[in-house]
């Protein structure tokens, strides 16, 4: 079974601190993703890696950064976290495939105070 | 660009009764795949289905049928006779064959409740 793990189901941050989300997957996938869920709005693409080092902005870039040193790995920075920043973060990764089934992790609930 | 509608913010329905969810989308590309994805209490999204494009055959699994109408451009989910453990909330997601890692857009979700 592919099995995707997040560092944390949950954390809680002061503004201003810089806060790390890893992510770790075990099946060799070559695409790597964040996205954050927030109610109404479904989920939202915040960066995504299609190989190690590589990396490119989805549709909510602004006040995150990503780091992919090792093809299993993909953390999501958060430089200098706001409490707009508070959510539901969930990592995925799939194959580079016509059919792009992605497989999730469990979610990290961040809460910044 | 692509989109993806579920006008169905909440559902809820008792035990045992039928369920449809609607997923309407928009996209330019005549390839593309649709999805179904569960997230139930516990966080982590569960696959449930994928079709492509050129296959509009419906698709029963159990519990769960899919009917896919390129005419509308819809992609609806029904669950016959309802369990307490469907309850979930259910995502709808489009992607285009083009483009590097084929990105999904997802809908905004529908929260499923089955009152027992």
């Known amino acids: 079974d592919v099995k995707v793990t997040q560092s944390s189901r949950y954390l809680v941050k002061r503004t201003g601190e810089k806060v790390f989300l890893e992510c770790v997957q075990d099946m060799d996938h070559e695409n790597m993703f964040w996205y954050r869920q927030d109610p109404g709005l479904g989920l939202r693409l915040i960066y995504f890696?299609?190989?190690?080092?590589?990396?490119e902005k989805g549709d909510i870039p602004e006040g995150y950064s990503v780091s992919r040193e090792k093809k299993e790995r993909f953390s999501l920075i958060l430089e200098s976290a706001s409490t707009n920043q508070t959510s539901m973060y969930l990592c995925?990764?799939?194959?580079?495939?016509?059919?792009?089934?992605?497989?999730f992790g469990p979610g990290t609930r961040l809460t910044v105070l | 660009a692509q989109k993806v509608t579920q006008a169905q913010t909440e559902i809820s329905v008792v035990e045992k009764e039928d369920v449809t969810l609607d997923c309407v989308y928009e996209?330019?590309?005549?390839?593309?795949?649709l999805f179904w994805y569960k997230q139930p209490p516990s966080g982590e999204l569960v696959f449930l289905i994928r079709r492509n494009s050129f296959d509009e055959q419906n698709e029963i699994s159990g519990r769960y049928s899919w009917n896919f109408q390129k005419s509308t451009s819809s992609f609806n989910f029904t669950i016959t006779a309802s369990q307490v453990v469907d309850s979930a909330v259910y995502f709808c997601?489009?992607?285009?064959?083009?483009?590097?890692?084929?990105?999904?857009?997802f809908g905004s979700g529908t929260q499923l409740t089955v009152l027992p």
């Open positions: 995925a990764s799939s194959f580079t495939s016509r059919y792009n089934e992605q497989f």
């Open positions: 890696s299609y190989d190690v080092k590589m990396k």
């Open positions: 996209t330019r590309d005549t390839t593309y795949y």
């Open positions: 997601a489009l992607s285009e064959a083009a483009g590097s890692a084929r990105q999904l857009t």
